[in-house]
């Protein structure tokens, strides 16, 4: 019986040693990098480049967003009337808040370090890392950038005539005017728009973004350990959070450990529900409509066994299946296991008869250019559930189905929909007792932002000077600030009424002037990433001066390991 055991563990080795997947391109194999979008609340946007100010680029094709939207280096994201949650592949996590605009401007590897590069445009973002030993994470807005070496939370306010940043725990490095200070937890860094000066406050109270932001983090790093212990993951992966939140795992027999979601059965097909759409560098993706559809459609595979409830997801690496005599939860050694688990734009496998395309559920021992071993169980529509076929040949039919490495990029339709450029709202810093607040500045407020005095003025004042009406409305107008602050919070996002499209007069206010992200040690002279604009910095609407490109490098989990990849929040 031990004989039997070793010999079966052998086996799979040497499969996993020389398995290649019936995939395009992997994001491990170069220098690119996929994150994943994975909550979106409302209205929710993204451009796939944008030049200049992205508020203002005319030819910034925007489409509407949807949950596990891959997000590449380049991409926008921005809020309306909504938030969204974004996963790094290693665990780190950004929140949009409503009417915020957040550019992917880096996101590079070098070596094996993930570069992170962000570029808050407006509003208000919250950031959750733990970089691993050579990651780099930065996040720059208004006229400063954060750096977060270690394990980080802290949040972002980008507005018209000023920003701060908030650190919620751990520590981190803001760099502005050529000169670093260190912030620890508790402590909050305000900087006016055009000033060098800096002030330095203790965080104001929590408010309903925060309240938001700490409870999905919680959430998030709670289901993350419950799914990763049905894995040998050395690091971590992404989505594995939702499988235990909207899923099932169980053993079936000597397949190991598999997962299925709540309320399918035996006649539930895993790519009935979702988008595809077109990545010049991986080819057609599939973003599910399911809460739990990332893992299951980029990482591992899909096994069939009637007895076990039809199909089942089964994990990257090929965790726990080794065999019967194998207790489950035994972990293949380190040394087999790859740095970090292979993103492919889709787990499945394309195929093709007299013109039409299926699809085929990939399995985990799928090898380039061979039918794939899911052949018998069904071939699948790509634009739904129905069954094409579940034979190598159609009945009436002289050709079989043959494999498609990669479909051209006319061969589907994309789900994802154009919509509209999001709204510039203006919004001001205001200083008080508990440090910097935000006030969202709507459709009837008497308040605008005045370029020349780099603030926000009362535009009802006399001319002449002030009379006593000009005084009432200052009054009022003072009077309807202050309440609107108090309602809103530190960061004033969250009171919709407050936060309502700018009129003409806010529409014109001039862009931030945002410098150019720093470079990350990662640079020397390398192009392994660089930035969407060739190293060029943010002017608001002006063109950008060219400078060098550098190279940047992303951030970790809040687990993860000392050695690299990240681990389980």
Not at 4 to 23: D, S
Not at 37 to 42: A, D, F, R
Not at 193 to 205: F, H, K, N, Q, S
Not at 396 to 411: D, F, L, M, N, R
Request: hydrophobic share 35%.
């Amino acid at each position: 019986m031990r004989f039997h055991v070793l010999f079966r563990i052998a086996l799979w080795f040497a499969l996993l040693a020389c398995f290649t997947p019936a995939q395009p391109a992997s994001a491990d194999s170069s220098h690119a990098r996929v994150i994943r979008l994975s909550l979106v609340q409302g209205d929710v946007r993204f451009t796939r480049q944008a030049h200049g100010d992205p508020l203002a680029d005319s030819k910034a094709v925007w489409e509407t967003a949807q949950a596990n939207l891959p997000i590449r280096q380049g991409y926008l994201v921005a809020t309306d009337n909504g938030r969204a949650e974004v996963e790094f592949e290693n665990g780190a996590m950004a929140f949009l808040s409503e009417n915020t605009v957040l550019d992917f401007y880096d996101l590079s590897l070098n070596d094996g370090a993930r570069t992170t590069r962000l570029v808050l445009r407006q509003g208000s973002a919250s950031f959750y890392v733990n970089p691993a030993s050579d990651d780099y994470f930065s996040v720059t807005g208004g006229d400063f950038t954060v750096e977060a070496s270690t394990k980080t939370s802290f949040r972002m306010n980008n507005y018209d005539d000023g920003s701060n940043i908030n650190v919620i725990s751990g520590r981190l490095s803001v760099l502005h005017d050529n000169e670093k200070t260190q912030l620890a937890k508790g402590q909050s860094l305000a900087m006016k728009a055009g000033e060098t000066a800096v002030a330095i406050d203790r965080v104001p109270e929590e408010d309903d973004f925060d309240h938001w932001v700490s409870g999905r983090i919680d959430t998030v790093s709670n289901a993350t350990v419950a799914s990763m212990q049905y894995t040998t993951a050395g690091s971590y992966v992404p989505g594995f959070a939702d499988l235990s939140l909207y899923g099932n795992w169980f053993a079936c027999g000597g397949n190991g450990f598999g997962w299925q979601p709540f309320g399918v059965g035996l006649g539930w097909s895993p790519f009935n529900a979702g988008n595809w759409f077109w990545d010049p560098g991986f080819g057609w993706t599939f973003a599910s409509f399911a809460p739990w559809g990332w893992a299951p459609y980029h990482y591992g595979g899909w096994l069939f066994d009637a007895g076990c409830g039809g199909w089942f997801y089964s994990p990257p690496l090929f965790y726990n299946n080794y065999g019967r005599g194998v207790p489950p939860g035994r972990r293949i050694p380190p040394r087999v296991n790859p740095p970090h688990p292979l993103y492919r734009a889709s787990t499945a496998v394309f195929v093709r008869q007299n013109g039409r395309l299926g699809i085929v559920p990939m399995h985990p021992l799928d090898k380039a250019g061979k039918p794939p071993l899911n052949f018998g169980h069904g071939v699948f529509s790509t634009q739904g559930s129905e069954k094409l076929s579940t034979s190598l040949q159609t009945a009436g039919s002289s050709e079989k189905w043959q494999t498609v490495k990669s479909p051209s990029h006319t061969a589907l339709s994309s789900g994802l929909v154009a919509t509209t450029p999001p709204e510039r709202v203006s919004r001001t810093l205001v200083q008080s007792a508990g440090g910097s607040r935000v006030l969202s500045l709507g459709h009837d407020s008497s308040i605008a932002y005045d370029p020349h005095e780099r603030r926000f003025v009362n535009t009802n004042s006399a001319a002449s000077g002030e009379t006593k009406e000009s005084e009432a409305n200052q009054k009022k107008s003072g009077a309807i600030a202050e309440k609107t602050t108090s309602e809103m919070g530190r960061n004033g996002a969250t009171n919709r009424e407050a936060a309502k499209p700018p009129t003409a007069r806010a529409s014109v206010t001039p862009p931030r002037s945002i410098p150019n992200p720093p470079p990350s040690p990662h640079t020397s002279g390398s192009s392994a990433g660089g930035n969407r604009g060739g190293g060029t910095t943010y002017t608001g609407g002006s063109t950008r001066a060219s400078a060098p490109a550098p190279a940047p490098a992303p951030a970790p989990h809040p687990s993860a390991p000392s050695g690299g990849g990240g681990k389980p929040h």
